[in-house]
C-alpha cells in the first residue's frame, strides 16, 4: 500500500477513534487514550521539528547557491514575491468578499460573548509599525541563537546571505557547497524515515484534536465558521488550481495526488512549519519540481506565505466588527487588508499562530484585541483547514516558479 493511502486511511481512522474517545468522557478509557495519543503524536512532530530548522537552512543554502550558479536567483526571486502576493490578494479578497455576502455576525448578540471578553488579558498593544519593528530585531539576530531558538525567519535570512556568498566565493569555496549539499541529502534522507511513521502519528494527531476540542461550542459560532471554512475551501479547491492550471500548465488532480500526504499532514498539524519537510519531498518527488526551485521556494513560502492565515484574519476582522454593530468604511477595509497581508507574513507557522497577530489587524482600525476571545474557542479547528491551503499554496507557487525558470532557460 502506498504511503499516501496509508495516510488517508490513517486519518480517517484517526477521526473514527477520536470519536470513540468522546463516548468515554472523564473515564480511564478516556485518559489512557489521550495519554497514548499524546506520547505518538509528540514523537510524529517532535521528529519534525528536530529536522525542521537544519532542513530549512541547507535547503536554502544548497537552492540559492544552485539558482545563483544558473543565473536564475533574480527571477526566480520576482516570480516567487509575484506569486505569493497575487495568491495572497485574492484570499484577501475573498475573505472580504464572503464576510460581506453573507453578513456574518449581524445580528448575533454580542452579550453572549461579554464574560469571556471582560476575561481576556490583552497583550500589549500590537500596532503594525511595532510590528515591524519586532519583525526586524527578531530577524537580524545571531545565528546561534536563531538556530536555538528555532527562529524560522532569521534562520532563512542568513541561510540567504550564505547562499550568496558562496556563489560570491565561486571555487575558492567549492568544498563548503559540496558539503551542504550531501547535508542537504542527508536531512531527506531522514525525512524519508520519518515519513514511514505519518500515518501513525497522523492518526493519533487527528484522534486527539477531535476527543478534546469542544466541537460544541462551533455551533455558537456557526455560521462564521462555515463561512470561513467554506471559503477556505472554495480558495483552495477552486482559485489555487485555476491558477496552478494555468500558470503552472498542471492539472490540479495531479497535484493534488502527488501532495495528499503533505495536505493531510498539514490538517493535522495545523503547521505549515511541521509540515515543510514533507512539502518540500512531495513538491520534488511527486510533482517534479527540480529541487533548487522547491528548496528556495518551499521553506521561504513556509514562512512568509499564508493564504489560509490571511483570508482568515480579514473575515475574522469584519465578523467582529459586524458584531459590535459597526460599519468599516473602504478605507477601513483596505487596512484591514493590508495590515492581514502583513500579519500572515510575520505569522510563524506554528497552530494557532494567526490568533496572535490577528490582534494586530483587529487594532488596525480600533476594534477591541478581547474581542479575539470569542474566536479562541473555535480557533483550533479552523486553524487546520487554513494550514491545509497555507501549504498548498508553497507547494503550487513552487510548480508555477519551475516552470516559468525552465521555460526562459530553455529560450535563452
Ligand atoms: N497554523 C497556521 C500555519 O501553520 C498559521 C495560523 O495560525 O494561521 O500555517
Known amino acids: 500500500m502506498s504511503l499516501n493511502t496509508q495516510i488517508l486511511i490513517a486519518a480517517i481512522l484517526g477521526l473514527i477513534a477520536g470519536y470513540v474517545l468522546t463516548l468515554f468522557p472523564g473515564t480511564q478509557f478516556f485518559h489512557a487514550g489521550i495519554y497514548g495519543l499524546s506520547i505518538i503524536s509528540s514523537i510524529f512532530i517532535g521528529l519534525l521539528k528536530m529536522l525542521l530548522i537544519p532542513l530549512i537552512f541547507s535547503s536554502i543554502v544548497v537552492g540559492v547557491s544552485n539558482l545563483q550558479a544558473g543565473g536564475q536567483l533574480g527571477r526566480v526571486w520576482k516570480i516567487t514575491v509575484a506569486c505569493c502576493v497575487t495568491t ?51 530577524t537580524l539576530i545571531n545565528p546561534f541563537k ?26 575558492r569555496f567549492r568544498t563548503v557547497r559540496n558539503l551542504s549539499a550531501q547535508f542537504f541529502d542527508i536531512m531527506m534522507l531522514m525525512i524519508g524515515w520519518v515519513m ?95 529541487p533548487q526551485t522547491a528548496g528556495f521556494v518551499i521553506p521561504l513560502g513556509t514562512q512568509l506565505n499564508m493564504d489560509g492565515t490571511a483570508l482568515y484574519e480579514a473575515a475574522a476582522a469584519l465578523f467582529i466588527a459586524n458584531l459590535m454593530g459597526l460599519d468599516l468604511s473602504l478605507g477601513q477595509q483596505v487596512i484591514v ?68 525558470t525552465r521555460e526562459m532557460e530553455q529560450q535563452t
Not at 157 to 164: D, K, Q
Request: net charge negative; proline share 4%.
Open 146 to 171: 536563531a538556530f536555538a531558538e528555532g527562529n524560522v525567519l532569521a534562520v532563512v535570512v542568513f541561510a540567504l546571505f550564505i547562499g550568496v556568498a558562496l556563489v560570491h566565493g565561486g571555487d
Open 196 to 290: 514511514k511513521l505519518a500515518p501513525l502519528g497522523i492518526f493519533a494527531l487527528l484522534a486527539k484534536l477531535l476527543a478534546t476540542e469542544d466541537i460544541s461550542v462551533l455551533s455558537r459560532l456557526a455560521e462564521f465558521a462555515v463561512v470561513v471554512t467554506g471559503t477556505t475551501i472554495f480558495h483552495g479547491a477552486v482559485v489555487l488550481p485555476l491558477l496552478l492550471w494555468i500558470f503552472g500548465k498542471m492539472d490540479p488532480l495531479t497535484f493534488f495526488k502527488g501532495t495528499r500526504a503533505a495536505l493531510i499532514t498539514a490538517f493535522a498539524t495545523s503547521s505549515s512549519s511541521a509540515t515543510m519537510p514533507l512539502s518540500l519531498k512531495c513538491a520534488q518527488e511527486n510533482l517534479g519540481v527540480r
Open 88 to 138: 495572497t490578494t485574492l484570499a484577501l479578497i475573498l475573505g472580504i468578499g464572503s464576510a460581506h455576502l453573507f453578513d456574518v455576525g449581524k445580528g448575533v448578540d454580542i452579550a453572549m460573548f461579554q464574560q469571556a471578553m471582560s476575561e481576556h488579558q490583552t497583550p500589549d498593544t500590537l500596532t503594525p509599525t511595532s510590528f515591524l519593528t519586532n519583525f526586524i530585531q527578531n
Open 337 to 404: 487588508c493590508l495590515t492581514a497581508m502583513i500579519a500572515s507574513l510575520g505569522a510563524p507557522g506554528i497552530p494557532s499562530a494567526g490568533m496572535v497577530t490577528m490582534i494586530m489587524v483587529l487594532q488596525s482600525v480600533g476594534l477591541p484585541a478581547e474581542a479575539i476571545a470569542i474566536l479562541l474557542p473555535i480557533d483550533r479547528l479552523l486553524d487546520t483547514v487554513r494550514t491545509v491551503v497555507n501549504v498548498q499554496g508553497d507547494m503550487m507557487i513552487s510548480v508555477v516558479v519551475d516552470r516559468h
